[in-house]
């Protein structure tokens, strides 16, 4: 990838946002037949926040995110050429972004959803790390964020117990070459198995018959655990060693494992393929549950806060789930 690029992209700022209201694993035990041992056993989720209050969306979680990071970078909203939102739960299907764009005063920037589940924040920052790499603009925001509690069945044991609302936000500016954090990154999709894990819409009313019009809604989140499961557990590493073949890292050289936070048992299964320390992953999903697109932006945020990450150590950051889609970026770390 280095050869095609004209300057390099870095990670000025992180930034996050969590509603106020958590949901234990005890309370959920008296909406649904389960309990607090099953999830923490299965999942390692303990509690999970959710989105309350009338009119609040994913946009409210997504600017506190971006006003976080632009504070941490001393970026007026004004400088901002790009907005990426990342998310499956906008509060408008034509997109989510441009309310963010206005909410925060970013008005030079072009914005625009991504949509791609819990690989969003991954293919958020291959997209975003392009118009940096090819000198297209200077400054962009990229958001991670969902509110999945809005979407799911809370009578489906299986999946009410595993998903979180949250935002996770990043300013990533174009550098020098030599100091590209980016370095490179794999992406694969693949649709034979979208039925996997899905918000289906689905034809309902046929108003005027005779003129053949339907109309419909979304459902709710539909997933086959077992297969997800299977899926993340055999495909991630195979997209990290392709990652980590083709820049010649070794998987020792490795400082920290970013994983899409959806189940404790699926970082250690990936870390244990690769054979990678235990200490060297990163993960949150206790306290906040699986937040879709927004778990890789928290999880990073949180562990910056804790001065986990020194300069130039390298993160394998790794998004799965729906579509299927799955992909790696590599990043070197450069402190400001
Ligand atoms: O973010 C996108 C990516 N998502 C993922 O990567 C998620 C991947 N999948 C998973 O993490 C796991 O498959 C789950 C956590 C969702 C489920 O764990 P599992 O070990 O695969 O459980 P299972 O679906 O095989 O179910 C085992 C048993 C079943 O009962 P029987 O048939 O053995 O009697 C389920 O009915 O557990 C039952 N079960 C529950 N029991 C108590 C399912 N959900 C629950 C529950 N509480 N919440």
């Known amino acids: 990838m280095k050869s095609f690029m004209l300057q390099g992209a870095k990670i000025l700022a992180t930034g996050s946002a969590v509603p106020d209201s958590s949901l234990n694993n005890y309370q959920i035990s008296r909406i ?4 607090d041992e099953w999830i923490s056993t299965r999942t390692g989720i303990k509690e999970r926040r959710i989105l309350t209050g009338d009119n609040k969306s994913v946009v409210d979680l997504a600017v506190l995110a971006s006003r976080k990071a632009l504070n941490k970078a001393s970026l007026h909203p ?36 991504l949509t791609a589940a819990c690989s969003g924040f991954v293919l958020g920052i291959v997209t975003a790390t392009q118009f940096l790499q090819n000198c297209k603009y200077r400054n962009i925001l990229l958001i991670g964020a969902d509110v999945l509690s809005k979407w799911i069945d809370w009578s489906d044991r299986s999946t009410c117990i595993l998903f979180g609302d949250a935002a996770g936000a ?29 918000i289906l819409y689905q034809q309902e009313l046929n108003p005027h018959p005779e003129l053949n019009l339907y109309q419909g809604s979304f459902k709710y989140v539909y997933m086959n655990g077992k297969e997800v499961y299977k899926f993340a557990v055999s495909q991630v590493p195979l997209s990290i060693l392709k990652c980590l073949n083709s820049l010649n890292i070794k998987v020792n050289d490795i400082d920290w494992l970013l994983l899409h936070q959806a189940n404790e048992r699926i970082l250690m299964a990936v870390a244990e393929k690769l054979s990678i320390n235990s200490n060297k992953i990163i993960a949150n999903l206790n306290k906040y549950g699986n937040t879709s697109a927004a778990s890789i932006p928290l999880a990073l945020d949180e562990a910056l806060q804790q001065g986990k990450i020194s300069n130039n150590d390298i993160i394998v950051i790794a998004g799965f789930g729906a579509g299927l889609t799955w992909g790696t970026v590599v990043v070197q770390w450069k402190s400001s």
């Not at 649904?32 to 309990?35: A, L």
């Not at 990043?170 to 899905?198: H, M, P, R």
């Open 32 to 35: 649904v037949k389960t309990s």
């Open 170 to 198: 990043i300013v990533i500016q174009s550098c020098s070459i030599e100091d590209n954090s980016v370095l490179d990154f794999q992406l694969d999709t693949d649709g034979d198995y979208a039925n996997y894990l899905s």
């Open 78 to 113: 004004s400088e901002i050429n790009l907005i990426i939102l990342a998310t499956s739960s906008p509060n408008d299907l034509f997109g989510s972004a441009s309310r963010v764009q206005s909410k925060i005063g970013a008005i030079n920037a072009v914005a625009f959803d």
